[in-house]
């Protein structure tokens, strides 16, 4: 048991519940900030990425790469953020097992919220933050995610574009 753990059991029940909202709190803000700096680095490499979609060859295949790439980044993120509500849950030794921390975490971030593993009911508080910070990160990813599909939109419209144009100028073949 760690030194914290410890010293969360030495919190008196009664404030327990209260110990618990304002360590969610702690961790919700980290990890808002943390999905905030993710987010703003895929937009940015996303950007600069764009220009070199539209040139050489295989344009329309980059293209595609990058959308889904951006994508799966996005999911890292979140998964990353489960990770990381799940070691802390492990750290403060609130559940003692990996696996479970995640599988809970991952419940509780998600809103799902059924599975068979659960807090100490002093510490139950923490659940509905994790929730939280599910809810605030998933809008802000979806939001991000607009962006980035009508960045991709622009890109296979201007691909396509570029290639009526071609074919315009393309002579007639003789037959």
Known sequence: MSDL???LGAIPDDAK???????????????????GAGLH????????????ELAGRLRRVRALSWFGSSVFFLLALHVAEVVI???????LGLVPRPGDAIYFCANAYTTLGYGNVDLAPNWRNISPI???????????????????VA???????????ERQRQKLAAPPNAK
């Open 130 to 148: 994790i929730a939280m910070s599910g809810l605030f990160t998933f809008a802000w990813t979806a939001s991000s995610l607009v962006e980035i």
């Open 17 to 35: 519940p209260l110990a618990a909202l304002g360590i969610g709190a702690v961790l919700l803000v980290f990890l808002v900030m943390f999905h």
């Open 5 to 7: 753990a410890a010293a």
């Open 41 to 52: 680095t895929i937009i940015v490499v996303r950007t600069w990425v764009e220009p070199h």
């Open 85 to 91: 509500w799940a070691f802390a849950l492990l750290f």
């Open 151 to 161: 960045s991709h939109k622009r890109v296979v419209g201007q691909l396509h574009d």
